[in-house]
């Protein structure tokens, strides 16, 4: 079984709707993090999570919420999608040992905005 | 913020020949990693780099920590058709968050 899972694979919305893409994890890692992948422009941090109290922006967190629930679960909400939010979105999770961290992705989440 | 100068954006190459892509900073991190994203899949982890002037090596590929930490290369060596992919560098410092690459497209012709 994969370690960090995504749900769903792939989503088409419209404009105006509000989308929440998942993410569950069984590595036991305290951090979570979500990326937002667009061609050309690598991968961008949408907000990141250290524990299940904790929640901090990224570089492009306007647009978008989240929500740790539990050690294994961070989710992502769109309250209003828009077409540019149209991209293949990534979960990680981490663990820092020894000031080392490793990021490890789940198989991402193609979303289609119309 | 951070940012992460990696090159070169893309290559193509001949199957059997050897690949070289290096990611700069104007910063320097404790930690170099290299990840390689597959068509549809999430990026998956290749090397990671935890010293000053540590080299290590999986299979055909072969990795730097440059000696500034300000830098890492990757190689890859006598490519094969299933090395086509986005490779990415990451770099971090002091437990903070990764700062990643823009990727290096790699397409391979038979």
């Known amino acids: 079984d994969a370690d960090v899972t995504q749900t769903p694979r792939n989503r088409i919305t419209k404009t105006g709707k509000r989308i929440m893409l998942e993410c569950s994890q069984t590595?036991?890692?305290?951090?979570m993090y979500w990326y937002r992948q667009d061609p050309g422009l690598g991968l961008r941090l949408i907000y990141y999570?250290?524990?299940?109290?904790?929640?901090n922006k990224g570089e492009i967190s306007d647009g978008y919420s989240v929500s740790r629930q539990a050690q294994a679960k961070f989710s992502l909400s769109l309250e209003s999608a828009i077409p540019n939010q149209t991209a293949l979105y990534f979960c990680?999770?981490?663990?820092?040992?020894?000031?080392?961290?490793?990021?490890?992705f789940g198989p991402g989440t193609r979303l289609l905005v119309l | 913020g951070q940012q992460l100068n990696q090159s070169p954006q893309s290559m193509f190459i001949q199957e059997g020949e050897d690949v070289s892509m290096n990611c700069t900073s104007s910063?320097?991190?404790?930690?170099w990693l290299w990840y390689k994203q597959d068509p549809g899949e999430g990026p998956v982890l290749l090397i990671a780099?935890?010293?000053?002037?540590e080299l290590t090596s999986n299979g055909r590929l072969t990795a730097q920590f440059g000696i500034t930490r300000k830098d890492s290369f990757l190689n890859i060596s006598a490519s094969i058709p299933s090395d086509v992919g986005i490779y990415f560098c990451?770099?971090?410092?002091?437990?903070?968050?990764?700062?990643f690459g823009a990727g290096t497209i790699l397409r391979v012709k038979s």
């Open positions: 990680a999770t981490s663990d820092l040992v020894g000031g080392d961290e490793t990021q490890y």
């Open positions: 990451a770099g971090q410092l002091n437990g903070n968050k990764l700062v």
């Open positions: 590595k036991g890692h305290d951090r």
């Open positions: 910063s320097i991190f404790n930690t």
């Open positions: 999570s250290f524990d299940v109290k904790d929640i």
């Open positions: 780099l935890y010293k000053a002037g």
